[in-house]
């Protein structure tokens, strides 16, 4: 059984850091994508990150582009997301999913059978 379990989400201020982990059980990354997504309060669902199974590449939406960095611990079959200089907008529920699309905006669930975590809150206030 497939799971994925997000944490370390919580309440920061403006500027400050945080970093989520994402628990992969049940499979391992093999050549698959793996991503982070979020979403805010009365907005749609928008990818953030994605980690490249064949080829260790990485990519971010453009609004987080600088300040996010994803990476993959294979002995840990977990991923990373660390979050710098974070921003109100950052503010949302963070999701990880599997297997996912790497594209230019960070990434897109395409595939008919995919699997997401239940999420973790990050909330970026003064």
């Known amino acids: 059984q497939v799971q994925l379990v997000e944490s370390g989400g919580g309440l920061v201020q403006p500027g400050a850091s945080l970093r989520l982990t994402c628990k992969l059980s049940?499979?391992?990354?093999?050549?698959?994508?793996i991503g982070w997504f979020r979403q805010a309060p009365g907005k749609e669902r928008e990818g953030v990150s994605c980690f490249g199974g064949y080829g260790d590449y990485t990519r971010y939406a453009e609004s987080v582009r600088g300040r996010f960095s994803v990476s993959w611990d294979k002995a840990e079959n977990t991923m990373y997301l660390q979050m710098n200089s974070l921003k109100p907008e950052d503010t949302g529920v963070y999701y990880c999913?599997?297997?996912?699309?790497?594209?230019?905006?960070?990434?897109?669930?395409?595939?008919?059978?995919?699997?997401w975590g239940p999420g973790t809150q990050v909330t970026v206030s003064s």
């Open positions: 049940g499979r391992t990354l093999d050549y698959d994508n």
């Open positions: 999913a599997i297997p996912i699309m790497c594209d230019s905006e960070g990434g897109r669930p395409v595939y008919a059978e995919d699997y």
